[in-house]
């Protein structure tokens, strides 16, 4: 596709000033004023709706395709939350108006809002307290691993491990990395944390460890009680990786079983758009003994009745984020949590368990399930059976792509080989499920018969398969059309 600038036209314009241009150096300074012009192409206001109209379409998304991307929860965005997040009285706020009386009513409304999201996520992971400050997941494990750093430094412990599960997602260790920990790995049996492995790595020098549970595997952490209490014993804190939330809403509660601090991702669970960098959101909670630790502002509601920014919290580990993380996010997020309800919430989970184990039960026939269990909301496959044919997880996934469907996740967890990771979410009816399925049928008997065709693919998008590593870090960005 070409470029804005290559269909620039001599001439062309969108806007016709009502009055010729004054002599601009009348009112802007000589210093400020470009020696050379500024280069911007030359279009009508139709060439620019098409050119960029084009460049959409060209970008996969929810809106126009399944998206059984593991780990990552891409489901539908529903449109009531854009409307919710366009109310001017909250996209018209600037960040530092005042905040009571006066002009501070302006913001009253935003503050109250976050108020209430910190609630409602307290009520749904049985937490003590969140912060919505962190923008993305990864940065929630960030803000978390430093929480638990202070609560240790606060106690006199001299605590230099986080331990992670070998299924864990890559931002766990590097997160704790971060932070100042040194990250201990302990193996999985079954698929799952086994507590005497755990017992072996656990010492008076750890902080604390990173679960994900369902994990990622989509499997439920069945000794979860175990770990719990092997932890306590050395307190070490525990840190739940929200990503896969969508499987436990209103049938666990993080908090009642035992977690210390959670991370959630709004733009994972709570129906908000996510990919290509963001924006997100990744919320953190925190159980009652690990409140004053946590990013400042806290948003307080006074005993009249107004809501104001706190600063004052000697014990914080500080800012995270530019003045109160994603707003916008979390007020969709919000109307999300409030059009769904305890029950809507409760049945988006039941219902993203449901696909998820539909697909399973119909895809095992056809592919190898190294933990062919009864799954959460996603479940990981392996392409491993079709090496003899020169057949990898990364084929089938492109040339799922010529089908018209996002690839799943492969190659995590690192700990299947060959791994295809599928998530179906609550989102799709079962005539689409059924259709993936078919398609992936049809993938795997051409991939028997004809195993060129597959690695040929994908042959139907705009381009075929890159050097993935070259073309991050040595972006062309020329026209060559
Ligand atoms: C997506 C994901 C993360 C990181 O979240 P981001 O919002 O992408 O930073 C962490 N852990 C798991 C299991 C995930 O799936």
Not at 422 to 433: G, R, V
């Amino acid at each position: 596709m070409k470029t804005v600038f290559a269909k620039s036209a001599p001439g062309r314009q969108g806007v016709w000033p009502q009055a010729p241009a004054k002599d601009p150096s009348a009112y802007v300074p000589e210093n400020l004023l470009r020696k050379t012009c500024a280069g911007l192409p030359s279009l009508s206001e139709l060439d620019v709706v098409r050119h960029f109209s084009g460049l959409s379409r060209q970008n996969f998304g929810v809106d126009g395709n399944f998206y059984p991307l593991g780990s990552c929860t891409m489901k539908y965005n529903p449109r009531f939350m854009e409307a919710a997040a366009n109310l001017p009285g909250f996209t018209r706020l600037h960040p530092v108006l005042p905040q009571l009386k006066g002009a501070g009513r302006h913001c009253q409304g935003a503050l109250e809002v976050m108020y209430e999201m910190e609630r409602l996520l307290c009520e749904i992971c049985g937490m003590d307290a969140f912060t919505l400050h962190p923008m993305a997941g990864a940065h929630g494990e960030l803000t978390g691993a430093m929480i638990i750093a202070a609560y240790h430094k606060d106690k006199g412990n001299k605590r230099t491990k986080i331990i992670c599960p070998d299924s864990a997602h890559g931002t766990n260790p590097a997160s704790a990395a971060i932070a100042g920990f040194e990250v201990v790995s302990v193996p999985s049996k079954d698929g799952m944390v086994d507590p005497e492995a755990l017992a072996r790595v656990l010492d008076d020098q750890v902080a604390g460890m990173m679960m994900t549970c369902p994990n990622t595997l989509g499997l439920f952490e069945r000794r979860l009680p175990e770990i719990v209490a092997l932890l306590r014993q050395v307190d070490a804190l525990l840190y739940y990786d929200g990503a896969n939330l969508n499987a436990i809403l209103g049938k666990m509660r993080v908090g009642d079983v035992g977690f210390d601090v959670v991370h959630l991702n709004l733009h994972k669970t709570f129906g908000t758009p996510h990919g290509g960098g963001g924006p997100g959101a990744g919320p953190v909670g925190v159980s009652r003994r690990l409140t004053p630790y946590l990013p400042i502002s806290r948003v307080v509601r006074l005993k009249d009745g107004q809501f104001f920014l706190d600063y004052d919290r000697p014990k914080s580990i500080g800012y995270v984020a530019p003045f109160y993380g994603n707003f916008g996010v979390a007020l969709k997020a919000y109307a999300y949590i409030l059009r769904l309800g305890r029950e809507g919430l409760v049945r988006v989970s039941e219902n993203a368990v449901l696909a998820a184990n539909y697909l399973r039960k119909r895809i095992e026939k056809h592919l190898d399930i190294p933990f062919n269990r009864t799954c959460m909301h996603e479940f990981v496959a392996s392409a491993v059976n079709l090496a003899g044919r020169g057949v990898r997880a990364l084929d089938i996934a492109k040339a799922l792509l010529d089908k018209g469907c996002h690839a799943p996740t492969i190659y995590f967890p690192l700990i299947v080989r060959e791994a295809i990771m599928i998530e179906p979410t609550e989102t799709e009816n079962k005539a689409t499920l059924d259709r993936f399925v078919d398609d992936l049928v049809d993938i795997l008997s051409s991939a028997s018969a004809d195993p060129a065709a597959v690695l040929a693919a994908p042959r139907t998008l705009p381009v075929s398969r890159l050097d993935e590593t070259r073309a991050a870090r040595a972006m062309e960005l020329t026209d060559d059309s």
